[in-house]
């Protein structure tokens, strides 16, 4: 049971299982948390943030102490995608031009992985570079994301 419950956190609510753009599927779970479960006080979210990044390292270990993933950064773990995705979005208003820019550069970032996102996923092989590396892409999404906005002004 207890392997089951650490797969389904672990897998995004299994959309890492999906075979097609795992990765993807999973940023989809982050953009519906985030549409309707994050709209709350910035500093609320923060801390919601802070307490998911730490249980999905707890969790995250625990599962490589029991080897229920096959490999480190296995491609069915989309928690990160999940906290990567959430880490820049709470920062902006919920609007569909935000969701939809923000989808597109994490993605972009999280594939692509431009310097240094490539040096965290090369050098850290364990919990937190599975996690860290989407924080980075999330920081670069919101950067530019914010010039978008700011853009226009």
């Known amino acids: 049971m207890l392997s089951f419950l650490v797969k389904f956190f672990l897998t995004g609510f299994y959309s890492g299982k999906i075979k097609f753009m795992p990765g993807t599927c999973g940023t989809l779970v982050a953009v519906l948390l985030y549409y309707f479960f994050f709209n709350n006080a910035l500093i609320t979210n923060i801390i919601i943030i802070i307490f998911l990044f730490f249980l999905s390292l707890m969790i995250l270990n625990y599962s490589y102490s029991k080897s229920i993933f096959k490999e480190i950064d296995d491609k069915s ?10 880490s820049f979005m709470i920062f902006f208003n919920p609007t569909i031009n935000n969701i939809i820019i923000g989808f597109i550069l994490f993605r972009i970032f999280d594939i692509t992985k431009p310097f240094p996102i490539n040096l965290i996923d090369r050098k850290l092989k364990n919990s937190l570079g599975v996690i860290f590396d989407d924080i980075i892409a999330g920081f670069f999404s919101g950067l530019i994301l914010y010039l978008v906005n700011n853009a226009f002004k």
């Open 77 to 86: 773990i989309v928690i990160d995608e999940i906290i990567g995705y959430l």
